[in-house]
Structure formats: structure tokens, C-alpha cells
């Protein structure tokens, strides 16, 4: 009965190494002296994380699934596994200076965005809801441990009990609706599901709808979709910058990564009426999250809005239903991931105390092209693939997504879509102003708190690639394109 | 559709055929590297160059970039009129799903003409503006953004598919924004002036929505495809809905970059930059890439009929409308700006009469004469200025016509300059806005001829404007430099004419804008003269064959009437200014004053007002609402304020909202968890 | 499938979704960040015994297999929701959630 060998437990190598690293880093943590043990557990999550990729490279042909069904490791896995690794990586690169002046230097920072990753990593792989909620679970008890890192603050506190409340009552939904799956099909297997309700094709029972409808609402949650979207602007603000930076990217692709999975291979047969609830799901949240960033004063805050935003963009993909629309889910994740990351990178360096209840106000970026050029420039061509202006990433990220819903025949949700684009510049725009158009008002400046030195390659790094993708970006529409194929 | 891409390939199989015996142009790429240079130079390698180095250098770059131009025109006049459309790859640029795009140039007669005029107008720009800049604090990032503009301008016209001109189109956008603001220092002024960016953005939607259109159903993106392919489907089903779609978006995305109706509420407001900028992106360059666009997707407009019919009514009613605005502005440079408008909506109304090459003719000699129009404007507010600086006046308005008066003995080459300008805008033969505007008004009245009915007002619209324009223009020149100065005593000691990297660019405009409409002489002065007709000719041929238009021919007598009508209008203008203003001496009222129809005009017909009370403060409502009302009442003022107040209320539901913050955030998912099983049940 | 179930199936059923909706109702009336909780924990008990109702009687282990993952992840979730808890009173000397307002728009 138990085989080993039938559980292909080297396609599952990367994973294996992760927990490899973590186990190795908490050792770090208790072999060096205080103080110093924190850079110690930085590195080696570093180099840990780059093995961790280089496995997953070395390791491509090692494809198929393992565990009996459990999981399942395609194009579609590697792509997220490739991702998802790559963004823990940058996160984990430039925290250690940013949390030394929270006061939080804490090994288990590095512990928490390992095993939340190693969540992430589930949920792409996963073949059975039982997997789908394993993941998820992982990734969020790490999450609401990291966004309250900072035990003193009480915005901190705050965000990470909203958050961990609504959190662990949308999980109650999501148990659920798989409790209701498994009685419809008797199994929780995506692809049992999936031959199941293809079986009964157009006569699916009303429970099984029920079900699907609960665990749409759990993947909503955590890629925060309006009317789902609650706790993720307070959460975002209220957690340590680079952790706001990690959540708005990783477990989102984590989510969607998900979202794909489940309803286009699982629910593949109902998409007539996911597609409607989506395109409702997705216009609201376009112009919620719009709305809403309208009105911020704080850039912390402003993004934590526009990023519900990108997710309501997401959704447009998402509700086509076919490849196209897929890889342009995919190509948006990565770049969305560059950009924000970026553009959260500089928002730490010009913000002036982080203690400071006005922090991130936009008043701090007057004039910052005569203070610091390069830092403008760089958010300045964040802001521009967050609006969605060429020759950035940002740009062909939208186009892609409003061309597949308009193959698809959602012109009227593309037109929607646009619209909502072309209101977003004004936010993003503004913050142009300040650092370009306004004169520095020297009295009220004070030095920052800059660019640490591990910052400065990172946002380099995601300023290139920014541009780059913007340039070329068949290469990586290319890769997602052949990612999806396991789905469709 | 199959069939119809093995169609396009094998037309751009001719074309790389063709390709092989033209000319390597690749060299092009020069074009955008001269403005590279200059912006990456002046923004990051130049930290403290003397001013003089700064403005030659960047203007040197764009002269570079001119030089370039210049060599591809004559590239382009060696060879056959048939074959002067070459491709210029670079490289493979995106390839997927079926959509390939190169990243390549298109050299042909229009884009030829286009970059002609842009680095042409530009290299002036740049000199003049070393004078007019002298002494600002931001000297070097003037030159830089100037030089990015030009670069995205270059890109724009050159692309040889729509994402690449979109590329172009963005980047204008965007260096426009950043020159208009270029002088705003207090808030509200910058938030106001994001008004060019957002209805630009209205009109970049409408791109956007064409070119996701043009993807689906016709494949392809590249204009030497996706026009072959757009006459194969559609050529026997004019005004399919789809190309309709198609013309009518394009024709958003137009009104936006060009200004017109309803959209050119930016333009006039954009006036705020410098004057160098106004005329080089707000005159002469940027707000033509959308006439430019409209040319070039002819195919589209001839294919639906129905659309081109709007754009002509958009471009006709444009003109009129912005003209009378016109005859009621006090600010030189608004009068301009109206002006801008006005003419741009002729070129527009051109494009909606099949007139492409006259409307691309019109973009140019208005290229020299607006320009010189808006130089001519810096010049005398810089006089005005050091006349009012020579009393310490700091309150006076140095653009208000109302303060000026008999400059003409004080600033000679200005004011002829600006005269000369005049007499071009106002179409007075032998000056180049005659050619062009007659052009276009004998288009439009055989369009008229061809169609009948309704289809005269194209002709009439134009005309009235013409009137209207050389009225309004004259009224300007009278009371800006005849009659006495109205300025502040003793200000005229401190009036002088401006150095000579100023008026010398002055003065070559001057002699383009009286020559450069000699390329384009009508048929009534003999056959073949009409060298700019003929030199477009082959850009829009393929368009005309695909539907068999043939444009109504004219017999002389009819030429010589348009003409005599169209003279007679604009000496009627002048002469109403002539009287008004010169004999009757009449002065134009200050603002308490104005009543009546005046003051509506003088108001621009309370437009800004219209559109704030029925856009502006609607859209601030929603958001109010939004986030006073949904998020911080409902969601967190439910808890906070609203606790003491709703268990007075007592209502159930309203007893959920109440319990805390979390709570509420968990009602309203809890509601959205209803409406969607709700969703499915009722599937 | 589920016509030919008997009448038990159906009891435990209603019975898990009834306190599962009183779950919901805890979550949304509760202001002690406790008692919010320990309804959530009554929203997972009854998507168990759904679970484990539908394994007994389709004679499939997966349900119950399923139910020790729940439970289990359940316990992770109290361990850090505690501690979270135990900050917030340290911070505030308070458990009511309407307190904690510091956050919004």
C-alpha cells in the first residue's frame, strides 16, 4: 500500500529544500550570538532561496504528478514556484536595515516568509482542495504573524487581528463549501471533481454550486476582490512596509495561482455563471479600489487601494475562461510584483519616521527630483507601469488583459476596464507632481531615512526590468502562454 | 480569416520584394538617438554646463535629428512615387498569439512630412528658447524635457504599427504634462492642470478600444497588414459596425491629442507653460499627431463613410465653435489657443471629407505660421514684461491685449513678423494658409458636390470660420500693435525687442509661412503644381482604390469661384476689424463691462462652468460618497460615531453595524457571500 | 447521489448548517475578540461534522482524513491568534474590537 516510489517525491525537491533552509536557519539563529544572528538567518534565506531556484531550474523535465494525485508539478507549478521564490527572495534581500529601524530584528521575520512561501508554493502545486486549504492556511498564519511584526505599534496590532479575524472566518466558508464537494462528488480531488460535473454536464446539483460559490469566496479573500477586499487596506497599512510589499504580490499570485486551478480545471464546466459573478466581482472592484486611492493623502495607503485595483483587473482575465486570458493572469503577476515591490521600496526610503502617525504622506515627495534624482526617476517609472503608460511593463500587462476579455466578447467590461485605467493615472500621476513639478520646501525636510545599501540593486533591478519588459515582453507572454496549457 | 492573413502576407511579401531594391534606411534610427543623447546629456551627465552650452547642445541634437529628416526626404525623392513606402526593421519586437509586431519604421511620404515639420519647428524652438529661457532657475531640465517630447514625437509618427505610435502618443502625453506644469508652483494650479492629462486620457481610451477592435477582428496591428486586410473584409460592407466602431474610436482618441469637441477643454488651460512650449507641442506638433492618425488609418474612414461623416461634422463644428470663442479672449496667448483649436478642427473636418492630403497640407503651413504666431506672442509678453519690470509693475497683466497698443514702432521685427503670420492664418493669397485652406474648402464643397444635401455645412462651417478667424486675428494685431500703448506710465522706456536668437528663428518662420504654401499651388494656376497633393498622393491611394472613390471634379470657373467667395470672406473679416478697431478706434471693454452675447463668448460659452458643475462636482460627490459615506460611515463611523446614534435608531440590521469595526468589515462579507450564492441560485 | 441518502445524513446536515449560521451570527454581533473567535472555531466544527457526516455515510475516508487537517490547522490558527490577542491587551487593556478604530479612511 505505501510506495515510495509512487509518491515522486523528487518532483517535489525544491519544496524539500525550502524546509531544508528553514530548519537550517532557525540553527543559525540559535548558534550566533544575539545581535548579530538576524544577518546571519538573512543569508542564509538567501542563499537557501537561490538554491531553492536553481532546483527548481535543474529540476524542469522532473515533471508529472506526485503523491498519489495530491499535487501535481506542471509549467503552471514552475511558474509560480519560479515566482513566487523570486519575490521572497527580493522581500527577504532588502528587509534586514528597514526592520532594524522598527526595532523588530527578529530571526523569526525570515522564518515566517519562508514557511508562508513554502504555503504559496502548495497552492500552485495543489491537485486536491485538501492541498488548496493546506497551502493556504500555511501561507496565512505565517501572514498575520508578519503583519503584526511590530508589537508596539498598534496599527500593526491592529491590521494583523482584522486581518486574522476575517481571515480565519472566510476559512470557515471555505472548509465548507469543500465539506459540500465532497458530498456531491465523494472525493476532493480537482480532477475527480472535475470528470464528475463533466459527467453530469448541465445538471449540476444546486449543492455543488453552493460549494463552489464558498470557495470563490475564499480565493476572493485572499486576493482581495471587492466585496472581500475588508481588512486588506488596514492590513496593508498597518503591517511593516516590506511585509505590505510581500502581501500585496506573493500570496495574491499565490491566490490566483489557485483561483486558476480550481475553477478552470475543476469548474471548467460551469463558467457560464462564473463568468457573470466575475465580471460583477471584477467591474466593482476596478472601481472601488479607484475610487478609494482617490482619496488618500498617505502613498502607503494609496497603494494599498490601487492594489485592490490591479486584483479587479485580474478578474477581468480571469472570467475569459481560455488561455489568452490565463497567460495574461500570469504576465501581469510577475510585472505587478516588479513594480509594486519597487515602488514600496522607494516609499520606505523617502518616508521620514515610521513611528511618525503622517507617515508616507505625499507631502514628503515635493521636489524630490533636486533631493534625490535617481529615487524619482526610478518611482517615477513605478508610477508609470502602475498607470499603465508605455513603454513600461505596466502597459502591455493591461493590454494583454483588456485584449483577451475583448477576444472573449466582454467589450463592455474591457471599456469599463480603461476607463478605470485612465482615472487610476490621476492618483499615480499625482505623486509625479509632487516629486517633479513642486519646489522642495527645505524647512520642513528632513534626511529620511534613504535607500540602504541592499535596497539600491533591488529597486535598480526591478527599474530594469520594468523597462525591459516593457521593450520585450514576448519573452515572458511567451512562458506564461506555454504555462497554461496544463489548465485548458 | 485564414485566407485573409495568407492575403496580407503575400502583400508584404511584395512590399519586402520592393524593399529589396530600396535604399537602407536603417540610418533612421538616428532620428530618435540625436534627442537621446540630448535628454540623457542634459539629465544626467550635465550637472553645472553655462546655460549657453546647455541650450546649444540640446538644440544642436534636434538640428542633428533635422539633418536626418532632410536626408530621408531626398532618399525618398529618388525613388519610384509607387515604392516610397519602406519599412525599416530593427528588430522582432513581440510575437504571440498570432500578433507579430517588429519594432520598425515606417518611411514614407506622410510620416516624411511629419518628421520634416517636427524637428524642423523644433530646431527653431529650441534656439528661441536659449533667449526666452534666459536666467530661469531650470534651464537644463527645460531642454531635457524638450528633448523628450521630440524623441516620443519622432516615435509617434514613425512606428509602423499602432502600439508603437501609441508608444509615441503616451510619451507626447506625458512630456506635454510635464512642460505645462513646468512653471506652476502652488498646488492648485497643478491639480487643475491635470486636466490635460485626464481627458487625454479619455482620448487614449478611445486607441486603446480601436486598436483591441482592429486586433480581433482583423489579426493584426501593422499598418501595411492591417489595411489590406480591413479593405478585403469590408471593402463590399461599408459601414460595418465594427470599422465604424473602429473610425469612431480613433476618432476619441483624436479629439483628445487634437483638441476637439467636446475634449480641447485642456488646451486652452494648457497655455499656462512657457510660451515655447505652447508653440511647439501646442501649436505646431503634439496636437496634430491626432490629425496624423486620422490621415493614416484612412482606410478605415473610407471603408465607413458613417464615421467620416462625423469626423467631418466634429472638425467642421470645432472650427466655428472655437472661433467664435476667439473674438472675445484678452489674453494673447488665449486667442492663440482658440485659434489653435480652431484651425486644428479644420484639419480634422479635412480627414471627414476624404480631403486626407490637404488636411496633412493645412498641418503643415499652420505648423509655420502658428508657431510663428506663438514665438511672436512670447516675444511681446518678454517686451511687456521688461516694460512693466522697467516700473516695478507687478500687477499688470503682461498678456492682456487690453494693456497694449501701438507696439509696432517699438518691436519692428516682431511685428511684422507677427503680421506676416497674420496674413497666412487669415488666408490672404500667395501666404500659405490660403493654399491649404483652399484646398480643403474645395474639397469639402465637391464632397458637397458628389453627396448633396446636408453634406454643404462641411463648406459652410468652414467658411464662416475663415471669416470669423481673419476677424479675430486682425482685432489681435490692431490692438496689440496700432492704436496708443495702454500700458502703465512710464513703462514704455523699458520696452525692447527681443535678442537675436529670438527674432531670428522669428524670421525664418516668417519666410515659411509665406513661401511654404507654394508646394501645394491650386489647379486654376496650372496643372501639376499641386507638388504636396502629388507627393501624398501614394500614402492614400490604396485607401481610395479600395472603395473606387473618385472625388467630383471641379471646372475651373467653380475653382475660381470657391476662391473669390473665400478671399471675399476674409477681407470681409479684416475689414469689419479694420473699421472697428482702426477707424472707429474702438478699445476693447475690461471684464466688468462685458454683457450680453460678448460676455457669453468672453465666458467661452461657460463651458469650464458646464463641465464643473456637471462632471467635476459629480465625479467629487461619488467619491464623497464612497468614501465618507461607504467606508468611513458605514464601515468604521459605524462603530465610531454612529454607535450612540443607532441604538437610538435600534434597528436590527443596523444592530450588526454597530458592534465594531471587524464586525461591520464581516457584515458586509457576509453579504457578499449572500449575493453570491444568491447569484448562483437564480443562475 | 444524494436522492438515495437516508433520512440521518440529512439531521446531521441541518444540524451542522444551523451551527454554522449561529457561527456567522457570533462573528457578526460579538465585540469581544474572544467570543468572535470562538465562533469562527464553531464554523469549522461544523464543516467537520459535515465532512465526517458525508464520510460515514458515502463509507469514504476521505472526509475524516480531511477533518484531522482541520483540526489541526484550526489549533495552528488559535496559536497565533492568541498571540496576537495577548499583544493587542498588553497594547490596549482591551479585548472589544470596536476599540480598535486607529485604522480607516
Redesign the interface.
Known sequence: MFDVATMQISRLLPEMILIGVALAAILVDVMLPKGKSTRGVQWTVIIGLIVVLASTFFNRENTGPAFGGMVVIDGFTMFFRLVLTFITLLIVTVSETYLGSLNIRIAEYYLLLVFSLFGMLLMAMAQDLLIVFLGIETMSVCLYALVGMSRHKHASNEGAIKYFLLGSFTTAFFVYGIALMFGVVGSTNIVDIMVYLSGVSGNVPMLAWASAGLILVAFAFKAALVPFHWWSPDAYEGAPTTVTAFMSTAPKAAAFAAFLRVFYVAFGDMSETWTTVLWVIAAITMTFGNLLALRQDSVKRMLAFSSITHAGYLAVALLTFDQMGAAAILFYLMIYALMNIGAFLVAIAVNRNENDEKGYAFEDYRGLVFRKPAMALAMLVFMLALAGIPPTAGFFGKYYIFSAAVKSGFVGLAVIGVLNSAVSVYYYLRLIVFMFLKDRDEASETPGFNLSGEMVPIVIFCVILVLLIGFFPDALLAVATRSVTVLL | MEHAAEQVHHAADTVAAAAAHAPDLHYAIWLLLFPLIGLVVNGLINRNWPEKLTGWFGSLMIIGSFSVAVSLFMQLLKLDPHHRAVNVTFFNWLNIGGLHLDFAFLIDPLSVVMILVVTGISSLIHIYSIGYMHGDARFRVFFTYLNLFVFFMLILVLGNNYPIMFIGWEGVGLASYLLIGFWWEDMSKAEAGMKAFVVNRIGDFGVLIAMFLMFSHLGTLTFSEVFPAAAQHYAHDLNNAVIVGIGLMLLLGAAGKSAQFPLYVWLPDAMAGPTPVSALIHAATMVTAGVYMIARSSMFYVLAPNAAWVVALIGGFTALFAATIGLRQFDIKKVLAYSTVSQLGYMVMACGVFAFGAGVFHLMTHAFFKALLFLGSGAVIHTMHGGLHHVNDHHTDPQDIRNMGGLRKKIPVTFWTFLLATLAIAGIPGFSGFFSKDEILAYAFMFFKGEGGLTILPYVLGLVAAGLTAFYMFRLVYLTFYGKYKGPEGSEEGLHESPAVMTVPLMILAILAVIGGWVGLPPVLGENLNKMHHWLEPVFAPSFEAVHYHPEHLSMGTEWVLITIAVLTALFGIGLAWMFYIKQGREAKPDSEQTGFAKVLWKKYYLDEIYNAGVIQPLIKTCKFFWHGVDEKVVDGGMVHGSARTVRWGGSVLRTLQTGVVGNYAVLLVIGVVAILLAVYVR | ??MDLTVGLNHY?ILAAIL?AI??MG?????N?LI??MS?EM??N???M??I???HY?E?A??M??TF??LT?AA??VG??L???V??FR??ESL???K??????
Open positions: 447521489m444524494i446536515l454554522f457561527g456567522v462573528v457578526l454581533t460579538r465585540r475578540i468572535i473567535f469562527v464554523m469549522l461544523s464543516a467537520n459535515t465532512l457526516a458525508f464520510s458515502l469514504n476521505g472526509g482524513i480531511f487537517f482541520t490547522v495552528a490558527e497565533v491568534g498571540a496576537i490577542v499583544t493587542i497594547n490596549t472589544d474590537v470596536r480598535l478604530n486607529l485604522l480607516k479612511n
